[in-house]
């Protein structure tokens, strides 16, 4: 999977790990605040307005969930 680092440089990473966190704002997914997540990839500029919203992420939970996450949700 390819990334961008702290400095907006594009990395390859093999595997990233987080924690989902909907800091309360999304009723469908707060349930699942706390859990553990893999990040597949980042989402392109055609799969959302990244100068809007920011950075977003195709994550998938341990029992096989898959959805979109901002940024700020993977910690």
Known sequence: MIMRDEDNILREVTEMKKIFDTHGNDSELNERSGQE???????????????????????????GYETDAFEDELM
């Open 37 to 63: 997540v893999e990040v597949i990839r980042e989402l392109t500029d055609d799969e959302c307005d990244k100068a809007e919203v920011g950075n977003m992420f195709h994550i998938r939970f341990n029992d």
